[in-house]
């Protein structure tokens, strides 16, 4: 399963179930790369979102409230730790399923957030010291709202808010000063074989997530969204 197969795999899944023409967040697209990451098999992910939605349609009187993935999450992860349980043996994983379990527990914790916050803020100014005019100066603003952000923020969800918008203006200015043509029709290319079949709306978003990938890549930039932790 490669790279693009997977993104769009679950966002027409969660498309056709929700019934209507809904595009995924920027948030929602984070939290399938961090899906593919983990290497979650596209099967569990796919499973998850159909049994979320199963159980929504069987109460016809509730409104559909289904309306991101982050909705499908907790199940996407209880499928994801059964299906370990059941590869344990097959493979000599015997330790995976314990390790995922304590991934699991620390997520989110504000220990992981401090730690999260602390090394992105590292990798960041290493990479500013490495770049050039706007993107220079964008990553120095960009610092410098971390480091407020580490001595205060109320909660994980408002923290993400926060740090969805530091990597929109960092993925912004990526685009603007670094996307050279070179790497858009090697872009291109590799996408070729698949635009006929997709939306424009959709070519256009895994057009330049792939961009991005690649010139996040090559600058050394982290993502900074809590999904990375």
């Known amino acids: 399963m ?14 056709r179930r929700r019934g209507r023409n809904l595009l995924l967040s920027p948030l929602d697209w984070a939290l399938i790369e961090t899906w593919q990451e983990r290497q979650i ?16 349609d069987k109460q016809p009187a509730r409104k559909r409230t289904v309306k991101s993935l982050m909705y499908c999450r907790e199940e996407i992860e209880a499928q994801h730790a059964e299906w370990l349980e059941s590869q344990i043996g097959k493979n000599g994983g015997g ?16 220990q992981a957030i401090a730690n999260h916050l602390k090394q992105v803020s590292s990798d960041l100014e290493n990479a500013r010291k490495n770049a050039k005019g706007n993107l220079r100066e964008t990553l120095a603003r960009v610092l410098s709202r971390l480091a407020k952000l ?8 408002k923290l993400e ?20 043509e070179d790497l858009k029709n090697e872009t291109k290319k590799q996408l070729a074989a698949y635009q006929k079949k997709m939306e424009a709306d959709i070519y256009r ?4 997530l792939m961009l991005l990938k690649r010139l ?7 993502r900074l969204s809590l999904f990375y932790l």
């Open 205 to 208: 978003r895994t057009f330049d």
């Open 150 to 157: 580490e001595n205060k923020f109320e909660n994980a969800e």
């Open 95 to 110: 330790e995976v399923e314990t390790n995922e379990n304590a991934a699991e527990k620390s997520l989110f914790s504000r």
């Open 2 to 15: 490669n790279y693009f197969n997977y993104f769009t795999e679950i966002e027409e899944t969660f498309i």
């Open 41 to 56: 098999p596209l099967h569990v992910v796919l499973n998850g979102i159909e049994k979320v939605f199963n159980t929504v």
């Open 161 to 180: 808010e926060s740090l969805e918008k530091l990597d929109a203006l960092i993925d912004d200015t990526l685009l603007q000063t670094l996307a050279t």
């Open 216 to 222: 996040r890549e090559q600058t050394e930039i982290p």
